[in-house]
Every structure is written in C-alpha cells, then in structure tokens.
C-alpha cells in the first residue's frame, strides 16, 4: 500500500455516458498527477497539481476530460461522453519534496 | 523531449538465474531516473531510484540499477530472480519534481 487510494478500481460504462474517478493523495504531498495507461504500453501523463492549481496539461487531455483538485486534496477526474477508445488503466500518483512518485492501484476503465 | 526506450517487450529467464533489463533515454540535463515495477492489474511500485551521486543504487528486493551517463543508459539488475518477480518493469526519467516519461515497459516471465 504506497498510501494513495483511487475509486472506483474497476468502471464498465456504455459509450456516451459520463464517468468521474476520485483520487486521494498521500495528505502531506502538494503534487498530483493522472496518467493513463493503455494495454502493453507504459503510463501516459494526462494532467498536474500542484496544490489546487492545475499547471499541465497534455495533449492527450481532450475537451471531454475535466480534472479538479479543489482545496488541495483529493481530485478528481471526469470523462465526458465517453469512448470506446477512452478504455485504459487511470492512474493517479502523488508526490511530496522528494522527486520520487507514488502511485494508486488505478480505476481500469472499460467502455462498451 | 525526453524519451525512453525499453528495447526489451519480454524477457524469460529461469528461476535462480540472473537478470539484467535494459533502459535508455534520451534527456539534455542530468535526469532523474526510476525503475518501477506492476503486477498484473495493480498500480506502481517504485523499485529504486537515481538522483545524483552513486551510479550505482540498491532498491528493494534485491534489485540494483546503473547509472552511465555515457551510454545514457540505467539498466535494472538482479543477481537471481524468484518466481514471484514475474511482472512487467517500467524504466522513467523525470525532471526534478515533474511529469515522469515512461518506457514501453518489459514484461518478466519466470521459468520455474
């Protein structure tokens, strides 16, 4: 257990419907980050918090996918009118003074 | 932009034997540089590090990694795997407290 717990662990949703995962940081930690992770391929940065403030964004972050991080705590992270192609392992992980990461266990998400 | 490259996608090796999993990357300045490792459908786990100092770093069970700057490289080592370390690896650079890359990753399979 690396302290840092997602929710859902596993979402199945029809296409076109709106899902949102939540992530809870380690608490002393003012960095959070979302990654996605595709079949076979390693973790794909989507999006950062530093505190409240979102300060990056990927190009992978389409309009239809929202991220918050209201109060600098937990966040969350909303799809919009889902994909199919929106089906993947969502990571969130967290990250204090040291450089070093760490990572939930993710929301695997399947879009039917 | 900064890269990295797992040229391995799997590698088997017998239970007992000795394991070395290849990483290079592609970073202008002095990266920092992670192995990690993921069980099937679980998150990340950070095997070891590389910040400064030392090239080469001990991590948890009984992983060690190397630095060379030359050959801009940081290859995982393990003199004799178990057949619990069966498990994909990933390689990642980052940049101080930043967004970390990630390579492919290399998928463990342990013969018993």
């Known amino acids: 257990d690396t302290g840092v717990s997602q929710d859902p662990r596993h979402k199945i949703t029809k296409r076109g419907q709106n899902v949102t995962f939540r992530c809870d940081p380690i608490?002393?930690?003012?960095?959070l980050y979302w990654y996605r992770q595709t079949l076979g391929q390693g973790p794909e940065f989507l999006t950062y918090?530093?505190?409240?403030?979102?300060?990056?964004k990927s190009r992978l972050l389409s309009d239809r996918f929202s991220a918050e991080r209201p109060k600098g705590s937990f966040s969350t992270l909303e799809i919009q009118r889902t994909e199919q192609g929106d089906s993947a392992m969502y990571l969130c992980?967290?990250?204090?003074?040291?450089?070093?990461?760490?990572f939930g266990q993710g929301t695997r998400l399947t879009v039917v | 932009a900064q890269s990295v490259t797992q040229p391995d996608i799997h590698i088997t090796v017998s239970e007992g034997a000795s394991l070395e999993l290849r990483c290079n990357y592609s970073?202008?300045?002095?990266?920092?540089l992670f192995w990690y490792v993921q069980s099937p459908g679980q998150g990340l786990q950070l095997l070891l590090k590389?910040?400064?100092?030392?090239?080469l770093v001990q991590g948890i069970k009984g992983f060690e990694a190397e630095f060379k700057r030359s050959q801009s490289s940081f290859n995982l080592r393990k003199p004799s795997v178990h057949w619990s370390d069966a498990a994909e690896y990933f390689c990642?650079?980052?940049?101080?407290?930043?967004?970390?890359?990630f390579g492919q990753g290399t998928r463990l399979t342990i013969n018993p």
């Open positions: 992980a967290s990250q204090g003074r040291e450089a070093e990461a760490f």
């Open positions: 608490s002393e930690h003012n960095r």
């Open positions: 918090f530093q505190n409240e403030a979102q300060l990056e």
């Open positions: 970073y202008g300045a002095t990266p920092y």
């Open positions: 590389y910040f400064s100092g030392d090239t």
């Open positions: 990642a650079v980052g940049e101080g407290a930043q967004k970390l890359v």
